[in-house]
């Protein structure tokens, strides 16, 4: 006989992921042979099938979902069925297995000096072997929380990155718009210098015009009244 967990490998669902986690690792723990089938390979479609069409559908859901516990063709029940199971210590029944029992002899001495009786051998194996099992449940719990630990680790990870690398494009984003407004600010400042620039050379070259054009003027005014003087001169010789 073989159990067969059906489960989905590609699910996103964090909770079932988890419930089919602890299926497998409580099997392992009470050393317990199995087999896994994943539904969401395209080759198991039969199995799919299978599953659905033998298993109960959860309430808030219109068909069976992973993880669906059988032994070979026989319907054994979901994660809820399994985790109560082991929590009463009937992983065995549920899985419609015979419990592995350890056998014992009972040691008698012919003087009767010590009798040990086989009942009392069995009630004390039966309590080392819910003993057992409680601590192998404990371990699995154990391993369990360390598995979620680690997995909450990664996406805690993840979730840290994404936000660096947001905050990060973030900065840059800022960091461009600075720098171009940095830009449009020298680039306005260098305008308004180079204006002020072309006014006061423009103005120069007004003043430089202005300068020569009264330049022009007196020395007009002193070539006219040079003129006049020798006019005045020639006139005087003629007389």
Known sequence: MVIKVYISSVTGNSKMRKQQQHVQSTLESFKIDFENIDISCPNNEEDKKFMRANSKTPE???????????????????????????EDNLLYEFLKMAPQKKTSE????????????????????????????????????????????ELEGEEKKEEDKKEGETDKKVEGEEKKEEDKKDGEEEKKEDGEKKKEEDEKKEGEKKKDETDSKVES???????????????????KVTV
Request: aromatic share 4%; hydrophobic share 20%.
């Open 106 to 149: 009972a040691s008698v001495t012919v003087t009767g000096e010590k009798t040990e009786l086989i009942e009392e051998v069995g009630e004390k194996e039966e309590v080392k072997e819910k003993e057992d099992k409680e601590n192998e449940k404990n371990k699995t719990d154990s391993a369990d929380e360390k598995k979620e630990g």
């Open 60 to 86: 808030g859901s219109t068909v069976p979902l992973p993880p669906q516990i059988f032994n070979e063709e026989e319907y054994c029940g979901d994660y809820e069925d399994f985790d109560l199971n082991v």
């Open 217 to 235: 003027k007196d020395d007009k005014k002193l070539e006219d009244g040079e003129e006049k003087e020798e006019t005045k001169a020639e006139k």
